[in-house]
């Protein structure tokens, strides 16, 4: 059985250096022969403010049922978020709000955080361990918080520390142990 683990890219703007840390976990998660992924990239996903939850909207628009599908189909979800203002990015939340408040329920979630400064993203991974605790996920302990990203990545977005990729193993590694586990007590329910 292969687990559905996305990645979800949690920024849209010109520039980021967050996609090439999401391309690179993209590489080191399919080298795992038991998971289907693939990057959501919420550029391809231009949703306008939220001004009402999907499970009240009339008419939900194609791009938002198929953002929806994918996150309902996970087993596990990787989010890569860089860090804005202490923060995660509005395009993000913006995203998240319009999702039902249940959608990650007893799903496994690793947060990656991106930050060109020497704090990775801290305060960035504890507000989004509060958004993803509210909408039913289980963010995972372990955390790969990537800081001075533009000293790690060179220009094609290969990692030059080969401390990383040790790190990126150990998230992972986590990251399988719950979701089979989840998986597993999933079966288990009537």
Same mark, same amino acid.
């Given at each position: 059985?292969?687990?559905?683990i996305?990645?979800l890219?949690?920024?849209?703007?010109?520039?980021r250096?967050s996609e090439?840390v999401a391309h690179?976990?993209h590489?080191?998660?399919s080298?795992?022969?038991?998971?289907?992924?693939?990057i959501?990239?919420?550029?391809d996903y231009?949703?306008?403010?939220?001004?009402?939850?999907?499970?009240?909207?009339?008419? /939900? @628009?194609?791009? &938002?049922?198929?953002?929806?599908?994918k996150?309902?189909?996970?087993d596990a979800?990787?989010? =890569?978020? $860089?860090?804005y203002?202490n923060?995660f990015?509005g395009?993000l939340?913006n995203a998240?709000?319009y999702?039902d408040?249940?959608?990650f329920?007893?799903t496994p979630i690793?947060?990656?955080?991106v930050?060109?400064g020497g704090?990775g993203?801290?305060s960035?991974?504890t507000q989004?361990?509060?958004?993803?605790?509210a909408m039913g996920?289980l963010? /995972? @302990?372990?955390? &790969?918080?990537?800081?001075?990203v533009?000293?790690?990545f060179?220009?094609?977005g290969n990692a =030059?520390d $080969?401390?990383?990729r040790?790190k990126?193993d150990?998230?992972?590694?986590?990251?399988?142990?719950?979701t089979?586990a989840?998986?597993?007590q999933?079966k288990?329910q009537?």
């Amino acid at each position: 059985m292969a687990y559905r683990i996305p990645i979800l890219l949690g920024t849209a703007r010109t520039g980021r250096k967050s996609e090439r840390v999401a391309h690179y976990l993209h590489l080191c998660l399919s080298e795992h022969s038991n998971v289907e992924t693939e990057i959501i990239d919420l550029l391809d996903y231009p949703f306008p403010l939220m001004e009402n939850r999907m499970n009240v909207m009339e008419e /939900i @628009p194609d791009n &938002l049922k198929q953002f929806s599908v994918k996150l309902q189909q996970a087993d596990a979800l990787i989010i =890569v978020a $860089p860090e804005y203002k202490n923060s995660f990015p509005g395009t993000l939340k913006n995203a998240l709000d319009y999702m039902d408040p249940g959608i990650f329920k007893q799903t496994p979630i690793a947060i990656c955080t991106v930050s060109s400064g020497g704090f990775g993203g801290i305060s960035c991974l504890t507000q989004l361990r509060l958004v993803c605790l509210a909408m039913g996920g289980l963010p /995972i @302990p372990e955390k &790969l918080p990537i800081s001075k990203v533009n000293d790690l990545f060179d220009e094609q977005g290969n990692a =030059v520390d $080969p401390r990383l990729r040790e790190k990126t193993d150990h998230f992972l590694t986590s990251l399988l142990w719950y979701t089979a586990a989840m998986v597993n007590q999933r079966k288990l329910q009537p």
